[in-house]
């Protein structure tokens, strides 16, 4: 690997395309540390996969065999987030709402059941802690789900945040540490010359810039100017999502729920967030008969209340998966380019750790051991071949 010693720039400001979850907690990092640093987003910060998911900060539960080094990464960014999350609402005054109430995975049926033993079995291999619940203990946590359940595992490690309200503070902490916010500016491409990073091109202005970070989520395989061995193989993995409206003051569910078909996520203001589809079909941006019956048939075999509860929204989101469904940290082959990208169903959990990590590399030029198995040349041969 070439050298990629990078410092804070003497008279560019680091570049950072991509203003959700992750470019605005690594520009914050930043920030924070006296870099000089403007994002570049092509929307409204924050609106973007960031908006669209659920906020599970699922570690454990997510944890699947082939996945050794994720499934580090994921438990490291999981330790973060209490005082990642204590340390930007007092910075931006705002709440995240970080709940631990823990999280459930329930089977309904015996075959259900068979696969959540394999499941909780190889968890708890690994270091996972989980607890195996009758259908009884299972009612005594969520006396709304269905009655008739087979089992359930109980994660207390795996929790959640509200993913709206985390950017609106990460955008606020981003600007008060000084950083510059570039709105409805969408980077066309990335110049490079000599296998070095020159600048960016913003529409029809071209900004200088000797450090870049690409952070633009599923967005990042469309920005042109990089030469082959740099391209970002991300692809946009679609994601269809409701949002009901349950009683604030009597809510069906309290903690995340994992059903075969579908997931619950309880909101404190009453809505339970349910999703998500999985669909390899580009940045197709509908929501379809198929995708919506199948999440609320998913949602009503666990919970049948939610039959009577409205609907207050539905929406797409676009999950940035890479070709091994792990994110692209670190330095890219081309000096001055870094990647920040590619994190799947584990955007909001690797927010913490992402901007910890990538930070202090552009910072010291130190590559972390955490971060060394998500090198974004792990994929230069393959797309060379």
């Not at 080094?69 to 999981?78: E, I, P």
């Not at 970070?213 to 994601?239: D, H, N, T």
Request: charged share 20%; proline share 6%.
């Amino acid at each position: 690997m070439p050298d990629q010693i990078i410092t804070k720039p003497s008279s560019n400001p680091i570049a950072i395309v991509g203003g959700g979850a992750i470019g605005l907690a690594i520009g914050w990092r930043l920030a924070q540390r006296g870099a000089s640093v403007a994002i570049y987003e092509r929307g409204e910060a924050g609106h973007g996969a960031s908006w669209a998911a659920a906020g599970m900060l699922a570690a454990g539960v997510e944890t699947e065999p082939g996945e050794a080094a994720l499934a580090v990464l994921n438990r490291r960014s999981l330790a973060l987030w209490p005082e990642f999350a204590s340390e930007l609402e007092q910075v931006s005054g705002l709440s995240v709402d970080l709940r631990r109430e823990g999280t459930l995975m329930v089977a309904l049926t015996r075959d259900d059941s068979a696969q959540l033993r394999f499941t909780y079995d190889f968890q708890r291999e690994h270091g996972i802690a989980l607890e195996w619940l009758s259908a009884r203990q299972a009612l005594e946590r969520e006396p709304r789900l269905n009655p008739s359940l087979a089992a359930a595992v109980y994660s207390p490690g795996d929790h959640q945040a509200d993913n709206r309200m985390l950017v609106r503070a990460l955008k606020r902490a981003f600007l008060a540490a000084g950083g510059a916010l570039h709105e409805h500016a969408p980077v066309i491409a990335i110049d490079v010359a000599a296998g070095r990073v020159t600048g960016l091109r913003v529409g029809e202005a071209r900004v200088a810039a000797e450090t870049v970070v690409l952070a633009a989520g599923a967005w990042s395989g469309e920005i042109g100017g990089l030469p082959a061995e740099a391209r970002v193989p991300v692809r946009p993995v679609k994601g269809q999502m409701i949002a009901l409206k349950m009683d604030p003051a009597a809510p069906l569910l309290r903690h995340v729920v994992w059903a075969p078909r579908a997931y619950m996520v309880p909101r404190r203001d009453g809505r339970l967030i349910v999703g998500g589809t999985v669909e390899e079909k580009g940045f197709d941006t509908a929501l379809t008969a198929g995708g919506v019956f199948a999440m609320l048939e998913g949602a009503w075999r666990a919970l049948p209340g939610v039959e009577e509860l409205p609907i207050d929204e539905m929406w797409v989101g676009f999950r940035p998966g890479s070709r091994d469904d792990a994110p692209m940290l670190g330095p890219s082959g081309i000096a001055g380019l870094v990647h920040a990208t590619g994190h799947y169903r584990n955007g909001i959990l690797l927010t913490p750790a992402t901007a910890e990590l990538v930070a202090q590399y552009l910072l010291s030029g130190e590559v972390d051991a955490a971060m060394a198995p998500f090198a974004p040349t792990r994929f230069a041969s393959k797309v060379q071949a």
